[in-house]
């Protein structure tokens, strides 16, 4: 067997292995890139989760903006074009795969195999009979959707993140399975370009990691347009080709007709085939055991991205290896500290989340204002049709200095996820309540709805003592 040596090995090419492996080649090392085989690179993200669901859900917004205009004296006709749609999936696909490929990684300097990777010891990995070693290695081999099992499943017309995207037609009706970020966004998708939509979810509301009253909102929208919800449910059987049958927490049982699944129930981590435990690696509850610093049992492994079982978002894996590459080149090491971190689902309207949530500020012990924004009175939302959407800032108490922080907060708006950017950046950098109050907003964006925050909330704090004040100021001064 022939043996090489590698400053860095990344198995693995997705968001977190690409960010490592190409960042690690650009500072001079000598970086070996492993994938199972070529359409692998890229990873999860752009081959099946974040760019051709952002694809499909923006010609969804398309169709369903187009019939609206119907409202104004247009009359639209003519069905849905699945293949049209597949064609522009994957035409945006392309465009990017274009510099995520193993051609042009090599150009870049980088080695590349693919083939399935495994340990034979901690510094050793073998591949294709090709035996190579790294000072470091990283894994970055992402995770997988979890399969529905329940009796008669074999009967159904299966989806889920990794098929969709290829439907050869529209399902008259689609029994979505999960209330998750995916399940949502697919159900709102599949719904607006023409199926019947029903959502079944343990949970008792949708996308339950975020603000009921922000999910709430949303969730009226959605039902708005025609999607249908079972919480506190799942599928029970899957009785014939149409009818599944849902049971209830109250042990109620109910058929719901479908001529198509989507099941979006959670995700699995990829490490089965590495033979962690020949590297030293431990698993844990079917994860791998890490530190602070994103290291594995095995101290010279890393992990990035879904393996290190943190947060499953594309973002999250690149933040990853921002943290890796300092620790591999710094001796003051980062450790993972996801306080600041944010999230959109991707849905009309978006949710964005950022920083700390009440639950976990309350775990925590940290005194914290909250202040709720709703947009009935922002011009922007009056003239764009928004004016149901709501915003939840959360404030630091006033220190010594009178200083205040964005602690977190979250958003519900059509571009909740742009609106919401410098709300992320003040809460990162630990800026000043009075940054936003001060800033000088072009008039009618809807980012000023983020200053309309601040300025309510520092009216609540004018008492009837600070008047007398600023009356008494106002004969002195002015």
Same mark, same amino acid.
């Given at each position: 067997?022939q043996e090489?040596?590698y400053d =860095?090995?990344v198995? !693995?090419?997705g968001?977190?292995? &690409?960010? *490592?492996?190409?960042?690690?080649? %650009? /500072?001079?090392f000598?970086?070996?890139?492993?994938?199972k085989?070529?359409?692998?690179?890229?990873?999860?993200?752009?081959?099946?989760?974040?760019?051709p669901?952002?694809?499909?859900?923006?010609?969804?917004?398309?169709?369903y903006?187009?019939?609206?205009?119907?409202?104004?004296?247009?009359?639209?006709?003519?069905?849905?074009?699945?293949?049209a749609i597949?064609?522009y999936?994957?035409?945006?696909?392309?465009?990017?795969?274009?510099?995520e490929?193993?051609?042009?990684?090599?150009?870049?300097g980088?080695?590349v195999?693919?083939?399935?990777?495994?340990?034979?010891?901690?510094?050793?990995v073998s591949?294709?009979?090709?035996?190579?070693?790294?000072e470091?290695? =990283?894994?970055?081999t !992402?995770?997988?959707?979890?399969? &529905?099992? *329940?009796?008669?499943?074999?009967? %159904? /017309?299966?989806?889920?993140?990794?098929?969709?995207?290829?439907?050869?037609?529209?399902?008259?009706?689609?029994?979505v399975?999960?209330s998750?970020?995916?399940?949502?966004?697919?159900?709102?998708?599949?719904?607006?370009l023409?199926?019947?939509?029903t959502?079944?979810?343990?949970?008792?509301?949708?996308?339950?990691?975020?603000?009921?009253?922000?999910?709430?909102i949303?969730?009226?929208?959605?039902?708005?347009?025609?999607?249908?919800?079972?919480?506190?449910?799942?599928?029970?059987?899957?009785s014939?080709e149409e009818?599944a049958?849902?049971?209830?927490?109250?042990d109620?049982?109910?058929?719901?007709?479908?001529?198509?699944?989507?099941?979006a129930?959670?995700?699995?981590?990829?490490?089965d085939?590495?033979?962690?435990?020949?590297?030293?690696i431990?698993?844990?509850d079917?994860?791998?055991?890490?530190?602070?610093?994103?290291?594995?049992?095995?101290?010279n492994i890393?992990?990035?991205?879904?393996?290190?079982?943190?947060?499953?978002f594309?973002?999250?894996?690149?933040?990853?290896?921002?943290?890796?590459?300092?620790?591999?080149?710094?001796?003051?090491?980062?450790k993972?500290?996801?306080?600041?971190?944010?999230?959109?689902?991707?849905t009309?309207?978006?949710?964005?989340?950022?920083?700390?949530?009440?639950?976990?500020?309350?775990?925590?012990?940290?005194s914290y204002?909250?202040?709720?924004?709703?947009?009935?009175?922002?011009?922007?939302?009056?003239t764009?049709?928004?004016?149901?959407g709501k915003?939840?800032?959360?404030a630091?108490?006033?220190?010594?200095?009178?200083?205040?922080?964005?602690?977190g907060?979250?958003?519900v708006?059509?571009?909740?996820?742009?609106?919401?950017?410098?709300?992320?950046?003040?809460?990162?950098?630990?800026?000043?309540?009075?940054?936003?109050?001060?800033?000088?907003?072009?008039?009618?964006?809807?980012?000023?709805?983020?200053?309309?925050?601040?300025?309510?909330?520092?009216?609540?704090?004018i008492?009837?003592?600070?008047?007398?004040?600023?009356?008494?100021a106002?004969?002195?001064?002015?």
């Amino acid at each position: 067997m022939q043996e090489k040596k590698y400053d =860095v090995i990344v198995i !693995g090419c997705g968001s977190g292995g &690409l960010s *490592v492996g190409l960042g690690m080649n %650009a /500072l001079g090392f000598n970086v070996l890139m492993i994938a199972k085989n070529e359409r692998d690179i890229g990873g999860e993200c752009l081959n099946d989760g974040c760019i051709p669901s952002k694809a499909m859900i923006h010609i969804a917004e398309i169709i369903y903006q187009a019939k609206q205009s119907k409202k104004f004296g247009l009359d639209l006709t003519g069905d849905v074009d699945p293949k049209a749609i597949v064609t522009y999936i994957k035409d945006a696909q392309k465009s990017i795969k274009d510099h995520e490929n193993s051609a042009w990684l090599k150009n870049q300097g980088v080695d590349v195999l693919l083939g399935e990777a495994f340990f034979l010891n901690s510094a050793t990995v073998s591949v294709n009979g090709l035996e190579v070693t790294a000072e470091k290695i =990283v894994l970055a081999t !992402g995770s997988a959707p979890v399969r &529905l099992k *329940v009796l008669g499943i074999e009967k %159904a /017309l299966y989806y889920d993140n990794e098929s969709i995207f290829n439907l050869p037609n529209i399902p008259k009706k689609l029994l979505v399975v999960g209330s998750g970020p995916i399940g949502i966004e697919i159900g709102q998708t599949m719904a607006r370009l023409g199926s019947q939509v029903t959502v079944v979810s343990r949970s008792k509301q949708i996308l339950p990691h975020e603000e009921e009253e922000i999910a709430s909102i949303l969730q009226k929208q959605l039902e708005k347009e025609g999607i249908r919800f079972h919480f506190g449910a799942e599928i029970e059987k899957i009785s014939s080709e149409e009818k599944a049958i849902v049971k209830f927490s109250n042990d109620e049982f109910k058929y719901v007709p479908y001529d198509a699944l989507f099941v979006a129930i959670g995700r699995e981590l990829c490490f089965d085939s590495l033979k962690l435990e020949d590297a030293g690696i431990k698993i844990k509850d079917k994860k791998v055991v890490v530190n602070e610093y994103l290291q594995t049992t095995a101290k010279n492994i890393y992990v990035c991205g879904d393996i290190a079982g943190d947060l499953y978002f594309s973002h999250a894996a690149e933040f990853h290896a921002r943290i890796i590459i300092n620790n591999f080149l710094s001796p003051f090491k980062k450790k993972l500290d996801n306080k600041h971190f944010s999230w959109v689902t991707f849905t009309k309207p978006e949710i964005a989340t950022f920083g700390y949530s009440q639950k976990q500020m309350e775990e925590k012990s940290i005194s914290y204002d909250v202040n709720t924004q709703d947009f009935k009175e922002d011009d922007r939302a009056l003239t764009d049709g928004y004016t149901y959407g709501k915003l939840l800032l959360y404030a630091s108490k006033k220190n010594i200095f009178g200083k205040q922080k964005i602690l977190g907060g979250c958003m519900v708006a059509p571009s909740a996820g742009e609106m919401i950017q410098e709300l992320i950046l003040a809460n990162a950098q630990g800026l000043s309540i009075n940054t936003l109050f001060n800033k000088i907003y072009p008039y009618p964006t809807a980012s000023r709805v983020n200053q309309s925050a601040i300025v309510k909330y520092r009216s609540k704090n004018i008492t009837t003592q600070v008047k007398r004040l600023l009356k008494m100021a106002f004969k002195l001064f002015g």
